[in-house]
């Protein structure tokens, strides 16, 4: 694979996060029953199509470059197959190859009490085991959900995701997903609950339970993504536990945008406690071991660059992905991003990354709705 054609792949990956791609209902049910397809366990991106209906959730572009799809009906660029090859086209002219992502070998498993195991976990890009404990979150039962998310009406379909997870479950499939894919890294979430105390609780439990199930000695080689509980001295517990990547994810920046698109993070957590949290948990790993992310495209990009440098100067490695309309969200189709700023905000990213001495999460066959990996090794 020569620089030339991994540069064309994540020029690709970039023109796609920011423009999605249009359905194409014909070539996604030829290959239905080999690729991995949209989950539904915490977003919905693609607009106009049933969710019913398998669709991929990522392609692998030339070079492993992985890349989230988003089916939006105005999109300029289609995926098509000619002649037994996979292509992507920008108005009908091709720019690229692509493939499709087989589903992972662990779905054809059912856990001990008959749960299907796809119902319980994915994995997000090449191989990194994803789940959430919770597809759900609480604050839209207070009516204040985070502006972007549309978690709610997502996880509403037939054969939906199951809702909660118990750790004895994700347990199971942690072993399966280990002894028949390649995992080399996991991502936990747990959705949002009105109690940080118990979501946190939650995921030590996870934790606990999965621990000897993965391939790592006992750590856990990924990202751990909640919010932090009321009392900092429990988040001793992620260190003592080798959580190697814990992340309290901030989205916006700064508190007067928080407080405005994540409302009930905002009331029941706190803009500053969450700083605070990220804080001591960097008194306990050093610096450039914890993460926080937040969403490209939803806050003026000045903003965003603040809070990334903030992040930074603070031992906390930042990230973003790109921002997508999400279906049903409060924001849906209102934002629309732009080359220029996405460009320009992680050429940003990667200078703190040098300067500090980071490196961006996971990498380009992993993260698949982000472009820190491909800024940060000179593809863009």
């Given at each position: 694979?020569?620089?030339?054609d991994?540069?064309?792949?994540a020029r690709?990956?970039?023109d796609l996060?920011?423009?999605?791609i249009?359905?194409?209902?014909?070539?996604?049910?030829?290959f239905?029953?080999?690729?991995?397809?949209?989950h539904?366990?915490y977003?919905n991106?693609?607009?106009?199509?049933?969710?019913?209906?398998?669709?991929p959730?990522?392609?692998?572009?030339?070079?492993?470059?992985?890349c989230?799809?988003?089916i939006r009906?105005?999109?300029k660029?289609e995926?098509?197959?000619?002649?037994?090859?996979l292509?992507?086209?920008?108005?009908?002219?091709?720019?690229?190859?692509f493939?499709?992502?087989?589903?992972p070998k662990f779905w054809?498993f059912?856990?001990?009490?008959?749960?299907?195991?796809?119902?319980l976990?994915?994995m997000?890009g090449k191989n990194?085991?994803?789940?959430?404990?919770?597809?759900?979150?609480?604050?839209h039962?207070?009516?204040?959900?985070?502006?972007f998310?549309?978690?709610s009406?997502?996880?509403?379909?037939?054969n939906p995701?199951?809702?909660?997870?118990?750790?004895?479950?994700?347990?199971?499939?942690?072993?399966?997903a280990?002894?028949?894919?390649?995992?080399d890294?996991?991502?936990?979430?747990?959705g949002?609950?009105?109690?940080?105390?118990?979501?946190f609780?939650t995921?030590?439990?996870?934790?606990?339970?999965i621990?000897?199930?993965l391939?790592?000695?006992g750590?856990?080689?990924?990202?751990?993504?909640?919010?932090?509980?009321k009392?900092?001295?429990?988040l001793?517990?992620?260190?003592?536990?080798r959580?190697?990547?814990p992340?309290?994810?901030?989205?916006?920046?700064?508190?007067?945008n928080?407080?405005?698109?994540?409302?009930?993070?905002s009331k029941?957590v706190?803009?500053?406690?969450?700083?605070?949290?990220?804080?001591f948990?960097?008194?306990?790993y050093g610096?450039?071991?914890v993460?926080?992310?937040?969403?490209?495209?939803?806050?003026?990009l000045?903003?965003?660059?603040?809070?990334?440098?903030?992040?930074a100067?603070?031992?906390?490695?930042p990230g973003?992905?790109?921002?997508?309309?999400?279906?049903s969200s409060?924001?849906?189709n209102?934002?629309?991003?732009?080359h220029d700023y996405?460009c320009?905000?992680?050429?940003?990213?990667?200078?703190l990354?040098v300067?500090?001495?980071y490196k961006p999460?996971?990498?380009e066959?992993?993260?698949?709705?982000?472009?820190?990996?491909?800024?940060y090794?000179?593809?863009?």
């Amino acid at each position: 694979m020569s620089e030339f054609d991994k540069k064309n792949s994540a020029r690709t990956k970039l023109d796609l996060l920011v423009c999605g791609i249009q359905d194409n209902a014909a070539l996604f049910n030829k290959f239905c029953s080999y690729f991995k397809e949209e989950h539904y366990a915490y977003d919905n991106g693609n607009w106009g199509v049933d969710k019913d209906r398998l669709v991929p959730s990522e392609i692998m572009l030339p070079g492993d470059i992985v890349c989230k799809l988003h089916i939006r009906p105005d999109s300029k660029y289609e995926l098509f197959e000619d002649n037994g090859t996979l292509l992507i086209t920008k108005n009908k002219k091709e720019i690229s190859e692509f493939s499709f992502i087989q589903k992972p070998k662990f779905w054809q498993f059912e856990t001990s009490s008959g749960i299907p195991m796809k119902s319980l976990a994915q994995m997000y890009g090449k191989n990194c085991l994803n789940f959430n404990i919770y597809s759900g979150c609480e604050f839209h039962s207070k009516h204040l959900p985070c502006h972007f998310c549309s978690v709610s009406s997502t996880v509403k379909r037939t054969n939906p995701v199951k809702i909660k997870k118990s750790p004895s479950e994700l347990a199971e499939v942690c072993q399966a997903a280990s002894k028949n894919d390649t995992v080399d890294y996991i991502i936990i979430t747990g959705g949002s609950y009105l109690d940080s105390d118990k979501e946190f609780m939650t995921h030590l439990n996870v934790i606990d339970a999965i621990k000897s199930c993965l391939p790592w000695n006992g750590d856990i080689k990924g990202n751990i993504s909640m919010m932090p509980p009321k009392d900092f001295n429990l988040l001793k517990c992620l260190y003592d536990r080798r959580v190697s990547n814990p992340s309290f994810n901030m989205e916006v920046w700064p508190q007067e945008n928080f407080d405005r698109i994540c409302p009930g993070k905002s009331k029941y957590v706190g803009f500053s406690h969450i700083i605070d949290s990220l804080k001591f948990l960097v008194s306990l790993y050093g610096s450039g071991a914890v993460w926080s992310n937040f969403v490209a495209g939803l806050t003026p990009l000045e903003c965003l660059k603040d809070g990334f440098l903030f992040m930074a100067e603070n031992g906390i490695v930042p990230g973003a992905n790109i921002y997508h309309p999400e279906v049903s969200s409060l924001i849906e189709n209102s934002i629309k991003v732009s080359h220029d700023y996405v460009c320009r905000l992680y050429s940003f990213a990667a200078e703190l990354y040098v300067k500090y001495n980071y490196k961006p999460y996971f990498n380009e066959s992993i993260l698949r709705n982000s472009l820190a990996n491909e800024f940060y090794h000179g593809l863009l």
